[in-house]
Nanobody, 120 residues
């Protein structure tokens, strides 16, 4: 597994922006997919965005056009730029790495999460 540490969360007013960072403990060059998920109180964890090793991206419909995921392999870091934030974006945001490992299949690693709170 890879250790993941998120940062960049906080309190922001509706319409504002935040950039989340996810720093990995080792190279992410070969990690098949990295992504961001979120979990609001009383709700299930949901996918926000993913980016593959080939830098193709996938977004939840609710964030398309507002959020942008990117990766910097040289810094072993994945980012989530969040613009036009709304109160419904309030959640704990988790970084995920999905890596194909010989004999194990795809193995998931998770960060500890960072709180994003959007006030109206």
């Amino acid at each position: 597994q890879v250790q993941l540490v998120e940062s960049g969360g906080g309190l922001v007013q509706a319409g504002g922006s935040l950039r989340l960072s996810c720093a990995a403990s080792r190279s992410i060059f070969s990690i098949n997919s990295m992504g961001w998920y979120r979990q609001a109180p009383g709700k299930r964890r949901e996918l926000v965005a993913t980016i593959s090793s080939g830098v193709s991206t996938n977004y939840a419909d609710s964030v398309k056009g507002r959020f942008t995921i990117s990766r910097d392999n040289a810094k072993n870091t994945v980012y989530l730029q969040m613009n036009s934030l709304q109160p419904e974006d309030t959640a704990v945001y988790y970084c995920n790495a999905k890596e194909l490992q010989y004999g194990l299949g795809y193995v998931d690693s998770w960060g500890q999460g960072t709180q994003v709170t959007v006030s109206s």
